[in-house]
C-alpha cells in the first residue's frame, strides 16, 4: 500500500452526538503517528439539534490550518451530505450512517458513497449508541491504515475515568476497524493508502485557548475571573480544572464588570490576575480597563473575538474587534495589544502578558479569535518546569516589613521610565493609594494641572522599554517577492500553509504577533526596498488593521482581502486568487 | 509593624465635606473602631466607592483603593481572596452600592465573602448636586425628578439578609458609640457584614435634617433576636421604620474563602509560584 502523508478527515453530525470528541481523538491518534495535526470544529450556538462539524487535516510537511477537499466524509445523517458538497470530490469517500444510500437523490455528488450503520455496530457491543462517533474512528483507522493500539490507548485515555464506558469503546473500535476490514476484503472500499507513522510522536495537541491557559499557568497566573462567553469559555473552564494542581483561584463572576473589577482587586492585593470575555462583555470591561491604566494595576485580559456586532453569531470567527480594542477605555493610556497566531504563540505571548503587566503596570490584553481559540493544533513541548520572578514589586511582593521609614514610600513616584515599584497590602510603613482619580506620588486625587500632566506623561514614559520586549513582526516567504499578505492574530496559521504550495513561490508574508503599541520601526524595515503588491488579509468588513497601518506607518498603497461571514480563510481560496486574480464571492477585495 | 492609632490614620489631606455633614462622625467612628480593634496599619484594606463618602479615601491613612462607582465590592472580593489575612472594608454611598453596585452586593452577599461594608446612606447624590438615590422616598423633588420620584425606594438591607448575608445592621450618624459597636463587630465578623448608616446631607436633603432623625430612629428591643432571619425580615418590611441595631446575624455560615480549597492553608499571595511544572496541565494534551 502507498504511504499516505497527508489526509483531510471531516465527521458531520447533529450537535449532542459526540462530533467534537470524535475528531479531537481522531486528531490526537495522528498526533501520536508523529504528523502535525489541525483540527477545525464549526457548530451552531445551541446544545441539541443542528449540524455540527469536526475537520482533521493531518500532514507530515506540517499543519496549520484546516483544508477544504475532504479524504473522507463521515456523516450522521444522509441530509448533511448536501452541507458539504463543495468539499467533496471524485476522489473523496463518504461514509452514513445507515443501512443504504440512494445515490439518485445526490445528482451533484461525485464521491463514493457507503453506507454504514455505525449505531448497529456500537448497539451489537453493547454499548450506548452514541458510540457510533467511536465507531467511526475505527473505520477511519482501517480506512487510512492507522495504528489500532494507538487509536485504542487514546480512546482508552478519553474515558479514564468510567471503566466501563472505556471497555466497551475499545470494542466498539475494535468491531468498526474489523467490519471495515471485511468490506475492504470483499473489495467494496478501495484502499486509501498507509497514514505514516514516523514514530516520534513528541508533540502537544492543544487549542488556543489551552494554550494561553498554559502559558498564564507558567507565569504564575494566580487568579482569573470571568462570565461564560463564547469564545473566551473555553480558558474558563481550562483554568477552573487547574485549580487542583496549581495555586491559582478561578472566580465565575456575577457580570463581567465584577470579573474585570475582582481581577484587578486580586493583582492591587499582589497576585498575578487576568480576565476575559468576547466582545460583548469586553465591552462591559471597558470602564475598569481605563481604571487599570490610569491606577497602573498590572492586568491581563482576553479578548476572543467572535463575529459580531452585538450578539452577532456567537460561535463563530472573527477579527472585527481590533479598532475596539485599540481605543477600548475612556482616557489616554498605555497598553499593549497581543495578537497571537499559531498555538504556540498563544502559549508563549500569554506568558509575556502575564510579565509586561506586572513589569509596566498597565492593562496587555491578547486579541484572539474562536478560530484558533477552539481549534486543535499541534505544537512543540515546551520547557515543563517554568521559573518565574515578581517585576516592579516593593520587596519583590514580599509580605512583611518594607525596610522604609514611616512616610518614605510613594507608590506612584516619578521616575524616568515611568515605572515606580508597588507596594501590596501586609507590607509594613509601604502604605499607598491606589487610585482611579488622578493622583499625587503617594496616590491622592489631585485637579492640580502640574501634578496632572507629571502623572500622565510618567505613564506614557513606560513606552520605550516596553517597545523593547514586545515580539517582533515575522516575516516568511520569498525575498524578492511579487506579493506580500499582510496579517496579524490567527490568519497567519492559513497563509503559512499558502505559502507551502508552488504558486506562492513569489509571495511573502508579514505576520503581526503585536498590534499595539504598533512595531513601526520594524515593519518600515521589512518592507524597505520591497516592490511588491501589499495585501492586508484580514477577518473584518472595513480594513480595520489596513487603517491602522496607514495611521502608524508611512505606507498608503494597500490593497485589502477581507472576509467576514464568520468562516475562517481557506488556503485554496488564496492559492486560487494568487492563480487567476479572482476571490470567491465570500470575500471582500478593496 | 505600625499599630493602629488615631495618629497614624491621620492623613494630610483636609476633609472637604460640608459642615454638619454626617460622613465626619462615621470617620471618626471607623477610626475609632480601628483603633479598639488593636489592628495593625498593614492588615486593613479600605476599598472605597465614588462620592461624597468615596472622598474619604483621601481622609484616611490606610492600604486604600479608591475603585470606580459601583464596582467597590467587586475589587474587594478580588483583594479579599487574594490574601484573606487583610481585614478588607468597603466604603460607598447608598447610590453606589444600592444603585450603581447593586448586583455585586447581591453576589458578594450570595458569596458571604469576608468584608465590611459600610454604606453611607444620606438618600442623595450629593457629589452631584443632590439628585435622588435609591432609597429617596417616594415623591422626592430633586433636579433629576422636578415632578417627585416615581419609583419606591430599595429595600437593600432585605435584599441582604434574603440573599445570604451573614450579618446586617444598621447604624446613625448621630449615635456614634452604637456605630463604633456596629463596625468593630462587622470587622469581626467572618462573612459578609453589611452596615447601613443613616445620615444627615445637610446640603441637599433639607427633608432628612438631625432633627428629622431624632424623631424616626430607634434602638431595636432589647429582647430582639438577631438570629431570627423571618423577625428581620419583617422588621425591615416597613421601610419608614428606621431600627438601629444588628437585624441579623448568621452565625453558621462560613466565608467564601473558607471554602476555596487553594486557600485551606495559605494565602493566595504567598503562594506565587517561583517554579511551575507543567506536567500535570499538559496531560490531557501529549
Known sequence: MSELEQLNWKISAKAGEGVMSSAKLFAKACKRQGLAVFNYYEYPSLIKGGLQSGQVYTALRGATCQQRKLDLLIVFHEKFINEHLAELDEQSLVIVNANNFDSSKYPDLKSQVLAINLTKIARDQGANPLAANIAALGLSARIFAMDLQVMGRVVVEEFAKNKEAASKNLLVLKAAFEFTDDLIKQGKLVDRGNLVNTGVDEQLLVTGSEAIGLGVLAAGLQFYSAYPMTPATGLLHFLAAEQDNYPIVVKHAEDEIAAINHALGASFAGVRAMTGSSGGGFALMVESLSFAGVAEIPLVVLEAVRQGPATGLPTWTSQGDLNFVLGAGHGDFLRVILTPGSVEEHFVLAKLAVELAEKYQLPVLIMSDKYILESHQTMPKMILSQQNQRFAMLNDGRLGESGLGEGEFLRYKLSADGVSPRSIPGQGNALQLTNSYEHDQYGFATEDAVETKQAVDKRAAKLSALQQELPKPLYLGSKNPKQIFISFGSTINVLQEVLLDPLASQIALIHLPCVYPFPTQEFEVLLAGKNAELFVVEGDATGQLAGLIKRETKLRDLRMILRYDGRPFYSEDLLEFLQNGQLNKQYTLL | ?286
Open chain 2, 1 to 286: 509593624m505600625n499599630d493602629i492609632t488615631l495618629a497614624n490614620l491621620l492623613s494630610p489631606v483636609q476633609p472637604t465635606w460640608c459642615p454638619g455633614c454626617g460622613n465626619f462622625s462615621i470617620l471618626t467612628a471607623l477610626k475609632q473602631a480601628l483603633v479598639e480593634l488593636n489592628l495593625k496599619m498593614d492588615e486593613v484594606v479600605i476599598v472605597f466607592g465614588i462620592g461624597c463618602s468615596g472622598n474619604t479615601a483621601d481622609f484616611i491613612k490606610c492600604y486604600g483603593f479608591h475603585a470606580l462607582h459601583g464596582r467597590g465590592l467587586a475589587n474587594a472580593v478580588g483583594i479579599k481572596l487574594a490574601n484573606h489575612r487583610q481585614k478588607v472594608i468597603m466604603i460607598g454611598g447608598d447610590g453606589d452600592l444600592y444603585g450603581e453596585g447593586l448586583n455585586h452586593l447581591v453576589a458578594a452577599c450570595r458569596g458571604n465573602h469576608d468584608i465590611t461594608t459600610l454604606v453611607f446612606n444620606n438618600h442623595r447624590y450629593s457629589l452631584t448636586t443632590g439628585q435622588t438615590s435609591p432609597t429617596s422616598a417616594k415623591g422626592t423633588v430633586a433636579k433629576s425628578t422636578p415632578q417627585g420620584l416615581i419609583e419606591d425606594p430599595i429595600g437593600a438591607l432585605s435584599i441582604a439578609i434574603s440573599n445570604g448575608a451573614g450579618f446586617v445592621a444598621r447604624a446613625y450618624a448621630g449615635k456614634l458609640k452604637q456605630m463604633v459597636e456596629l463596625i468593630k463587630a462587622g470587622i469581626q465578623y467572618d462573612g459578609f457584614s453589611l452596615i447601613d448608616v443613616q445620615q444627615p446631607c445637610p446640603t441637599f436633603n433639607k427633608e432628612q435634617d438631625y432633627a428629622w432623625y431624632q424623631q424616626n430612629v430607634f434602638d431595636l428591643p432589647a429582647e430582639y433576636d438577631p438570629s431570627n432571619q423571618g423577625q428581620a425580615l419583617v422588621e425591615l418590611l416597613d421601610k419608614n421604620k428606621l431600627s438601629l441595631g444588628v437585624l441579623y446575624r448568621n452565625d453558621q455560615r462560613l466565608a467564601y474563602h473558607q471554602e476555596v480549597a487553594t486557600l485551606r492553608e495559605k494565602t493566595l499571595i504567598e503562594q506565587f509560584p517561583q517554579t511551575v511544572d507543567l506536567n500535570k496541565a499538559i496531560k490531557e494534551f501529549v
